[in-house]
Antibody, heavy 119, light 110 residues
Framework: QDQLVQSGAELREPGASVKVSCKAS????????ITWVRQAPGQGLEWMGW????????HYVRKFQGRVTMTTDTTTGTAYLELRGLRSDDTATYYC????????????WGRGTLVTVSS | QSALTQPPSASGSPGQSVTISCTGT?????????VSWYQQHPGNAPKVIIY???KRPLGVPDRFSGSKFGKTASLTVSGLQAEDEADYYC??????????FGGGTKLTVL
């Protein structure tokens, strides 16, 4: 069945960067749009932005502009989320999810990648 | 954009119905037909259970239903089952290629 396979947990020091990957399995990433959502421990879901599978358009939540880059590698069917200038409050599980942005919902989610920011 | 407002908790006994509200503004819930609901069990990724206010994806039981009136959307779970105990989040398109989430509601099956 279709899956989004995310990379493993990461530990970073404050000020560092992290790049999380999300690989499409059994479908073409270019046929869909990808969103990134994060969840701090014990907290709710926070939307970070989205990009199209062709890597020609991105939209970032204002809060993350300047610190985040979302990309896709269309040859490998992999989406990436890079977050720079990490702070302790960036500690969270980061989820990728696919959908069609015209409908504004996401029907397949990765299992999440825990990013811990600590010195 | 501000988060959509959901009650932090809701509860019901097995077999009962429970409704969770999601209140926004005329710039999000009240302005578009793109309200979705996600169910999240502890330790798992979210799963869409309602999209475009009231549509159910294949495989989602018809015990789950969605509606909207004005700036408030609602998720109703009928015939509560133990497996429905989870966190529920609403989302809405908010214009300008933006999406906004609700703060989440923890549903407890008594």
């Amino acid at each position: 069945q279709d899956q989004l396979v995310q990379s493993g947990a990461e530990l970073r020091e404050p000020g560092a960067s992290v790049k999380v990957s999300c690989k499409a399995s059994r479908f073409y990433l270019t046929d869909y749009d990808i969103t990134w959502v994060r969840q701090a421990p014990g907290q709710g879901l926070e939307w970070m932005g989205w990009l199209n599978g062709h890597n020609t358009y991105t939209h970032y939540v204002r809060k993350f502009q300047g610190r985040v880059t979302m990309t896709t590698d269309t040859t490998t069917g992999t989406a990436y989320l890079e977050l720079r200038g990490l702070r302790s409050d960036d500690t969270a599980t980061y989820y990728c999810a696919k959908g069609n942005i015209v409908d504004w919902y996401f029907d397949l989610w990765g299992r999440g990648t825990l990013v811990t920011v600590s010195s | 954009q501000s988060a959509l407002t959901q009650p932090p908790s809701a509860s019901g006994s097995p077999g009962q119905s429970v409704t969770i509200s999601c209140t926004g503004t005329s710039s999000d819930v009240g302005g578009y037909h793109y309200v979705s609901w996600y169910q999240q069990h502890p330790g798992n990724a979210p799963k869409v259970i309602i999209y475009e206010v009231s549509k159910r994806p294949l495989g989602v039981p018809d015990r789950f239903s969605g509606s909207k009136f004005g700036k408030t959307a609602s998720l109703t779970v009928s015939g509560l089952q133990a497996e429905d105990e989870a966190d529920y989040y609403c989302t809405s398109y908010a214009g300008g290629n933006n999406l906004v989430f609700g703060g989440g509601t923890k549903l407890t099956v008594l």
